[in-house]
């Protein structure tokens, strides 16, 4: 009795507003378009217009590379945003376990203060330093000129959207490895360096595949919404820098394809999941030990 | 009528059996111990007794009434945790009132019993004080206090002394034997550790792999095991095989594979003919460079080892027949480590009074 | 204490700057008595004025506090129910239909809102919409907070309530709950933060009915760079920095729950 009093608002709650919706929108991806955005209905209306349910969605994304081309852009961004969160968090989560107990969590708190921060303004800020007027650029340019050589805008280019998109998820790299790392004995690597290995062989033997957990999770947790962004390469990018998120959007706020960006946030989603199963599976110390 | 009944119970996880027909009585005002191994079935007999957990087969009867359909919190029956499970958001007093405060005492009341509780532990300046601003032997009488305010028919104690620390644990001994004696309530008391059990108890029944091998007092169950696991479990034991050759009035006449006759004290409903145990216990095995004439049981032997723990010291002394036999030597001259070196040729014996023949199913 | 290589304090020091530095230039570009967020001219506070008689941005931002108090309070309820219930019952479905939306990217949960309150309610979308959303991927958060509080504890000082007379219900309010409360304050501080932060989703499922603070924003810097912009988004980082220190000082484990 107790027990569904717990169990049911919840459950309930995000049945209807999560599972509902997400298989709402696995159907939508079978249905014709509607005349004025929106779906088609299914069943017949007797006006002669398209209804019921269609392949037509999925065989588009296949009809042109573009698509394609768009889909594998935004996993190489992530890919690339993932590394480099990666590089820039190991030193900070390192620096954090490695430190006496009482600075610890006031460290931790510095790197969730400006994640903490709307996302919006953390690419504003991006926006200010990386634009035209700016010192960077200003600078760069200058020298450029002097070389001879054409200016050009650090803003609304590729490598801003990667900027951008590392400022934005960098925490969430650092976070699950400092999890990790602080939790590691440090007997083990006093153990190491007494049976003789040097400070590099200590960490790659060591410390390194411990963390692997940590890593992979880290990365699932970058990886996984760089995926999806739409506001950054909007705010960031050039035209040509569309990702998946740009493409979803436009389906729905844009040219008003609901069907076909239902069928392109199933394939999202896919990815997703699958991404997510083999961070779970990875991080899981058997897998590794097998 | 015993205070506590336990009927033939039998409590099964899938296809583990932790509790095999389980049967046994309490009396009023017992220090009562069950003792055994971790993964015996003592915990799971604990928490069926104070309603955590229900029996599969049997019944738990507490002054004749059976405990089946009254849930935890309506048993008269108080439990102390083994890692004390004080509440961390209440001070120490508040504790100690809480279970008069669910009985819906008045202020007034709830106020002299809480103060008395905490003097009767010696607790009485630490009342505001939290949880975790104490110590580990203070939080143990905060959780006795807890447990014992609305005086419980029945004090359950799941190794309450296992947190502590050695010194601590044997003060805690003799203060829990002292608090049982005040309050009169029946403590039942479990444990793995059998000094524990035996220092404490007035009666242990000592269980096994769901069963309960054999109930009595504690000089009884240490003097004379029933069978091979209480012999092995209760303190270090010499076991020898061996078969009866003869009964007599004086005492049993045992055969020892390759050292020839064993005298031994009569044990009950022993037959000519069976074959079972002698648990020799270190402590009353002598070890002297000459053969004393009062052992009835003599043999030679050379000293493999030893260990001296300061009060006494432990020989290893291997026999001619292969056998290697343990015996106790108090050290009560001072300076004096040891009697014999490794590799001594030395005699063994004890007397005819001495071990006890256990009869093997 | 092994001693740290200077090379990666240096590295460590530098990943710090990267996360301060972008943030400081629009704080400092806030007071900067000039159109451009180019260079340093003057201090003052004439930005800070425009912003209060932006009629819009404050609309907004009532919206935005309104939205916040009403997703937060409800998906705080519902979480705490979550995440005891989780503990308690360990049933398989619930985490992941608790955690996944707040797993997936944004803009998932945020379109398959919006064909659902259009294509299936016939909603139009609003504040309403906008409220149901919310309430939606903070569950998640609060559950996780409280999840991670009760795993903290030892389940025997549960059972030692029940041995010592206390009903199911007395053991949740006298026990339970107290040990639970700064971690339902911690995720409902949590939501709270979460919803006045949220663009992604509310730019899908507001529509033109409600503008919230972050709506205002992209649409501002999405056509020019204003230091009115610098200013709105200090005050934010402002607020957000109290909820955020208040929320950590409230649960040891909300950090790791952020995480």
């Known amino acids: 009795m107790t027990k569904w009093a717990v169990l049911s608002p919840p459950t309930l709650f995000l049945l209807a507003f999560f599972l509902a919706p997400a298989l709402i929108m696995v159907l939508a991806s079978f249905q014709y378009p509607g005349e004025f955005g929106g779906l088609a209905p299914l069943t017949d209306p007797g006006d002669g217009k398209e209804f019921g349910l269609t392949l037509e969605n999925h065989a588009f994304f296949f009809s042109d590379w573009l698509f394609a081309e768009i889909f594998a852009r935004s996993f190489a961004v992530a890919a690339a945003s993932t590394l480099i969160c990666l590089l820039l968090a190991y030193p900070v989560a390192w620096l954090i376990a490695q430190s006496p107990r009482r600075h610890r969590d006031l460290l931790v708190l510095l790197v969730i203060l400006p994640f903490a921060s709307n996302f919006l303004i953390r690419v504003y800020a991006w926006m200010i330093l990386l634009g035209p007027q700016a010192a960077l650029a200003r600078t760069l340019n200058g020298v450029l000129a002097a070389l001879g050589l054409e200016p050009v805008s650090l803003l609304f280019s590729p490598c801003a959207v990667l900027v951008g998109m590392v400022y934005v998820h960098l925490p969430f790299m650092i976070l699950p490895l400092y999890t990790n790392l602080e939790k590691h004995d440090p007997v083990l690597l006093d153990a190491a360096q007494d049976l003789g290995a040097n400070a590099w062989r200590r960490f790659w033997g060591v410390t390194w595949p411990l963390s692997l957990p940590g890593v992979f999770s880290g990365s699932a947790l970058v990886f996984i919404p760089v995926l999806g962004m739409f506001a950054i390469p909007d705010l960031l990018g050039g035209t040509r820098d569309m990702l998946i998120g740009n493409l979803i959007k436009d389906q729905f706020l844009g040219v008003r394809d609901w069907p076909f960006g239902a069928a392109l946030s199933i394939m999202l989603t896919l990815a997703v999941l699958s991404l997510a199963g083999a961070a779970a599976w990875l991080s899981k110390p058997k897998a590794r030990a097998a | ?361 | 204490m092994r001693r740290l290589p200077t090379w990666l304090l240096l590295a460590a020091a530098s990943s710090y700057a990267f996360l301060y530095l972008p943030l400081i230039i629009v704080v400092a570009y806030s007071f900067n008595d000039s159109r451009l967020n180019a260079e340093w001219v003057g201090f003052t506070l004439d930005w800070y004025r425009v912003l209060l008689h932006d009629e819009e941005m404050l609309l907004a931002a009532r919206n935005s506090l309104l939205i916040a108090l009403v997703s937060s309070g409800a998906a705080t309820l519902l979480g705490t129910l979550a995440g005891l219930g989780m503990h308690r019952w360990r049933p398989a479905w619930l985490p992941l239909l608790v955690i996944t939306p707040v797993a997936m990217p944004e803009i998932l949960l945020g379109v398959s809102l919006l064909v659902f309150f259009i294509q299936v309610l016939h909603l139009t979308l609003g504040f309403l919409s906008v409220v149901l959303a919310h309430i939606t991927f903070s569950i998640g958060f609060v559950a996780i907070v409280v999840r991670a509080r009760l795993a903290g504890m030892d389940e025997s000082i549960f059972e030692a309530a029940r041995d010592l007379g206390a009903t199911p219900w007395q053991t949740f309010r006298l026990v339970t709950f107290p040990l639970i409360l700064p971690a339902v304050v911690a995720g409902f501080l949590m939501a709270f933060t979460l919803s006045l932060d949220d663009f992604v989703i509310t730019f899908f499922t507001a529509g033109v009915g409600v503008s919230t603070l972050p709506l205002q924003i992209y649409s501002m810097i999405k056509i020019a760079v204003t230091p009115e912009v610098n200013a709105v988004s200090t005050l934010l980082m402002l607020l957000t920095l109290v909820l955020v220190i208040a929320a950590s000082r409230m649960d040891k484990g909300f950090m790791r729950g952020a995480g």
């Open chain 2, 1 to 361: 009528m015993p205070l506590l009944e336990i009927r033939r119970v039998t409590r099964r996880f899938g296809d583990f059996t932790a509790v095999d027909d389980v049967s046994f009585a309490v009396e009023p005002g017992e220090f009562f111990t069950l003792l055994g191994p971790s993964g015996c079935g003592k915990t799971t007999l604990l928490r069926m007794i104070a309603g955590f957990d229900l029996p599969d087969a049997g019944q738990i009867l507490l002054d004749g009434r059976d405990l089946a359909d009254t849930p935890a919190e309506r048993r008269p029956v108080h439990t102390v945790f083994q890692n004390f499970a004080l509440f961390p958001h209440l001070s120490v007093a508040r504790n100690v009132a809480f279970p008069l405060r669910m009985a819906g005492l008045g202020e007034g009341e709830v106020k002299r019993r809480t103060a008395d509780a905490l003097d009767m532990v010696h607790l009485g300046e630490l009342a505001e004080h939290y949880p975790h601003e104490i110590s580990g032997g203070q939080k143990q009488r905060v959780a006795l206090a807890r447990g014992l305010v609305n005086r419980p028919r029945l004090l359950l104690l799941d190794e309450p002394l296992g947190a502590l620390d050695l010194k601590l644990r044997e003060e805690m001994q003799l203060e829990l034997i002292k608090l049982q004696r005040e309050v009169g309530i029946t403590f039942v008391f479990v444990t793995h550790a059998q000094n524990e059990a035996l220092a404490l108890s007035h009666r242990i029944a000592v269980m096994n792999a769901g069963r309960v091998e054999q109930l009595d007092e504690p000089s009884r169950i240490y003097g004379f095991p029933v069978n091979r696991f209480v012999a092995d479990f209760i303190g270090n034991c010499n076991l020898l095989e061996a078969e009866v050759r003869a009964v007599e009035a004086d005492g049993l006449r045992l055969s020892v594979a390759g050292l020839g006759e064993v005298r031994a004290p009569a044990a009950e409903g022993c037959q000519t003919g069976e074959r079972g145990l002698l648990a020799l216990r270190p402590e009353q095995v002598q070890v002297a460079a000459e053969a004393d004439p009062a052992w009835a049981n003599r043999f030679p032997g050379q000293v493999r080892d030893f260990l001296y723990v300061g009060d006494v010291t432990t020989y290893q002394v291997r026999l001619d027949n292969g056998y290697t036999l343990q015996a106790l030597l108090p050290n009560a001259a001072p300076g004096r480590a040891r009697f014999h070196e490794t590799g001594d040729r030395v005699m063994v014996g004890w007397s005819a009074q001495a071990g006890h023949y256990v009869r093997e199913a």
